[in-house]
């Protein structure tokens, strides 16, 4: 049984190849898969609003719920974008959910999980706003503001994050970044850490004792995941070099 780990496809509409990508690829997980780790930003947008006004992500949906049901656990790592999941994860899908990073021992190995996007200390900016949007008011809030407002402030937020993230990138090396953090992890019992956020696709071993570093690059261009196979985590790329 595989156990599979899937971050950043920030789908937007049933059409793009990503969105296509994807169905096809969970439709590939029924019955063979033990656990799928989401770890944020599945979508481009996502609030539990009690009414799911985002009627365009339904058959991503669908095919969760047909993989759960075929017997595959979900656990759920809220991203940047992806977050207050609501009633649609806990209880349609029976999600196991995670508002921040989590440790988990899967197949001998400690691992350090997490999105990614608490891990840049020095980006506060981005801290604040986090602790505004992730608060306990703003779930609140989710339950009873107009959707119009809320998707309205979901395109400026969108337009924000687009455009600081280029500018992010040239200020900062994301790569030692996550070497940095991964030293941190190892300082405090795990070998080995799970990240997305940063769009980076690398699968390597952090100098000294034995620690690997899974960054999962992206399913928008990319089109990475990453998977543990009696203990040894890989990156992959879908399709399968080679498949028809």
Known sequence: ??????????????????????????????????????????FDFWLGFPSNPLCQYD????????????GCRLVYLEGNHDFHLGATFRERLGAEIHTGPTVI???GRRLFLCHGDQINHRDLGYRLLRSILHNRLAAALVTIIPTAVALYVRSRLQRASRAGYQAKRKRWDYR??????????????CDGLVTGHFHLAFCEQLDGTPFTILSLGDWMEQFTYGEITAGSLSLKTYPAPGAQ
Do not use: C, K
């Open 1 to 42: 049984m595989r156990t599979i780990f899937l971050a950043d496809a920030h789908l937007v509409a049933p059409a793009d190849r990503n969105y296509l990508l994807l169905l096809q690829f969970l439709r590939e997980l029924e019955g063979n898969t033990e656990t799928l780790f989401i770890m944020g930003d599945l």
């Open 105 to 107: 021992t899967l197949q």
């Open 59 to 70: 058959d991503v949906l669908a095919a969760l719920h047909t993989l759960v049901q075929s």
């Open 176 to 189: 030692e970044i996550i070497r940095s953090f991964s030293r941190t992890v190892r300082a405090q019992g």
